[in-house]
Nanobody, 115 residues
Framework: QVQLVESGGGLVQPGGSLRLSCAAS????????MGWYRQAPGKQRELVAV???????DYADSVKGRFTISRDDTKSTVYLHMNSLKPEDTAVYYC?????????WGQGTQVTVSS
């Protein structure tokens, strides 16, 4: 059974930083493309960043230069380092695992950027 467990969310002031983690189990992690998505209140879920099984990385334009996605295959974990956070980054952040269109989601972790 696939399980994705996110952690690291919280309340941070504008300009601050957070690191999200997503620990995966029940999958052959190295085969999966891993991604971070977010959903703000009243908005659709959107892609934030993705890292493929071979390390190719893509970011949403809104986070380029501020967020960094990485993965540790030895720990079956994907990370999202978020710097220079803005109030508009406030959302529930979800981890996503994708292998040949077989997609699994984590339960989400809340990130709130506010002074």
């Amino acid at each position: 059974q696939v399980q994705l467990v996110e952690s690291g969310g919280g309340l941070v002031q504008p300009g601050g930083s957070l690191r999200l983690s997503c620990a995966a189990s029940g999958i052959t992690f190295i085969r999966y493309d891993m991604g971070w998505y977010r959903q703000a209140p009243g908005k659709q879920r959107e892609l934030v960043a993705v890292i493929s099984s071979v390390g190719r990385i893509d970011y949403a334009d809104s986070v380029k230069g501020r967020f960094t996605i990485s993965r540790d295959d030895t720990k079956s974990t994907v990370y999202l380092h978020m710097n220079s956070l803005k109030p508009e980054d406030t959302a529930v952040y979800y981890c996503n695992a994708d292998f040949r269109r077989r997609v699994s989601w984590g339960q989400g972790t809340q990130v709130t950027v506010s002074s």
